[in-house]
Each structure stands twice: as structure tokens, then as C-alpha cells.
């Protein structure tokens, strides 16, 4: 036993964080995405068997997933912008906004039913995957990205999403530049980016909303945070984020999407199922 868990369960919690740390990285370097669509469910399980509460389970595996987030995005935004596809004006337009609106999820977080988690994810993850799969490039609402204020506006909703999700806020900016005629490529290289602005901030948030659940929280956790998750993830998913990232820029455009759409679905699968079971 360790702080009340039995050994056994701590054995499959270190070799599933262990394993999925390889597969975050590589997603996150693919998809340009953080890895949380990938982190959270797989959190959810690991923290169901070793008897994580409900009402605290579903927001401890989001603000993990952000915390996690951090050095993976940051290892793949290095090597997407090393390609030379990242969109900076992009980034900075948006930095601002988006901090502010993970600002604002975190404390929602605070107060959210956890089921709140599954369904935004679920609805995002579907109509981002029906673009990518079924619409190809006819979805489209201009052939420019569009002035400061709608950037601004969309920056921020990006930020609330992401800090419910636990994501690092790629499929959401990689759908909305496609919108406006930008390269899956470039969507992907520069979203990257979004996830180093989305993913410190919004750690911090879920240590503030979690911190009045410590009675409640497993071992090693700083508020909605397990550091336990946080450690184990971490080695292998910077390994594998610049191999993802090589092999993103290997595929064909529509290849990308195809693939980006398929995970998205099986990800909204797996959280309908934990809905309606």
C-alpha cells in the first residue's frame, strides 16, 4: 500500500501513464494538438480503477491533461516552427484573447458538473471531424483569415474550450484557419503553438478550482493536478512529440485530414460511451 492505494493498482497506473505519454507525444507533434483528446479519457480509466470519486475524477484528468500539455506543446511547437510553417502574426493576435478565456474556463471549472467536460467535448470533436472527413475544402468562409475582432472573439472561446476539454486547443484552431483557406500544414504547425499560451495558465486554473477538493483528491495531487500523471507522462511524451511532428510533414494534405478525423471520432465515441453507461 502507498498513501491507500494498493501497489498493484500504482504498477498499472505507472505503465498506462508511461504508455500513453509515448502516444500524447506523438499525436501532439501529428496533429499539433496537446494530447489531452488522448490523455483525458485514458486518465478517466486509470483513475476509475483505483477508485478516483466521481464528482472529482472527470476535472482532475482535465487539469492534468493541461499540466501535462505544457512541455509536450512546447517540444512540438519547437519542431513545427523549425519547419518554418508556424504562423506567428497568428499566435500574437491571438495570445492575449486566449489566455483570458482559459483564465475564464478554469474558474468555470470550478463549478462545473463533470459531465459538462464529456459533453463539449463531444460536440466539438464531431464537427470538427465531419469538415475534415466529409467537406474537405468547401467548407469555407473566405479565402483570408479575418480582422482582430473576430480573431479576438474566437481566441477567446478557443481558451474557455480548451480549459473545459483539457486540450491544448489544436483541432479548434486547426478548423478555423482551414475555414479561411489556410494549408492543414500550416493549421496544424501553427495551432502548435496555441497549446504552450493554453496549457500553463490553464494548469494553474485547475490547481485554483480543485485546491477546496484536496479532502477528496488521490495522493500526490496539487488541486485538480496529479502530479503522479504530470510526472510519468512527461518523459516520454517529449521523446515522441518531434517524431510526430517529422511524420505530419510526410503526409499528404488529405491523408492528414482523413486521420485527424477518424481520432477525433473514436475520441467522441469513447466519451459518449462514459455518458450514456
Known amino acids: 500500500m502507498f498513501a491507500g492505494i494498493p501497489i498493484g493498482d500504482l504498477v498499472f497506473l505507472a505503465i498506462s501513464l508511461v504508455a500513453a505519454g509515448a502516444l500524447t507525444g506523438l499525436l501532439a507533434g501529428v496533429f499539433g494538438v496537446g494530447g489531452g483528446a488522448v490523455i483525458v479519457p485514458i486518465l ?12 472529482v475524477r472527470m476535472p482532475l484528468c482535465v487539469g492534468t491533461s493541461l499540466a501535462v500539455i505544457i512541455p509536450t506543446s512546447i517540444r512540438s511547437f519547437q519542431a513545427h516552427r523549425a519547419k518554418g510553417m508556424v504562423d506567428m502574426s497568428i499566435l500574437k493576435i491571438w495570445a492575449i484573447p486566449v489566455v483570458l478565456g482559459v483564465i475564464v474556463g478554469s474558474y468555470i471549472a470550478r463549478f462545473a458538473p463533470a459531465d459538462l467536460f464529456k459533453v463539449i467535448f463531444v460536440i466539438v470533436a464531431i464537427f470538427s471531424a465531419m469538415r475534415l472527413l466529409f467537406a474537405s475544402d468547401r467548407w469555407q468562409l473566405g479565402t483570408e ?9 474566437y481566441g477567446a472561446v478557443i481558451g474557455v474550450l480548451s480549459a473545459l476539454m483539457g486540450i491544448g486547443g489544436g483541432q479548434l484552431s486547426s478548423l478555423f484557419m482551414t475555414f479561411y483557406g489556410r494549408p492543414i500544414h ?48 512527461i518523459p516520454t511524451s517529449i521523446w515522441t512529440a518531434p517524431i510526430g511532428a517529422r511524420l ?6 488529405r491523408k492528414l485530414e482523413v486521420v485527424f478525423g477518424l481520432f477525433l471520432l473514436i475520441v467522441a ?9
Request: aromatic residues 12%; charged residues 10%.
Open 248 to 253: 505530419a510533414h510526410r503526409l499528404s494534405k
Open 186 to 233: 500550416q493549421a496544424v504547425a501553427t495551432s502548435s503553438g496555441l497549446g504552450v499560451l493554453i496549457s500553463i495558465p490553464g494548469a494553474l486554473g485547475f490547481i485554483y478550482a480543485g485546491w477546496p477538493k484536496m479532502d477528496v483528491l488521490p495522493p500526490l495531487s496539487l488541486g485538480y493536478v496529479s502530479l503522479i500523471g504530470f510526472m510519468l507522462f
Open 145 to 153: 483569415m479575418p480582422g482582430k475582432i473576430v480573431m479576438n472573439i
Open 269 to 277: 465515441a469513447r466519451f459518449i460511451w462514459s455518458l450514456v453507461v
Open 44 to 55: 478517466y480509466e486509470v483513475f476509475r480503477v483505483i477508485g478516483v470519486p466521481e464528482d
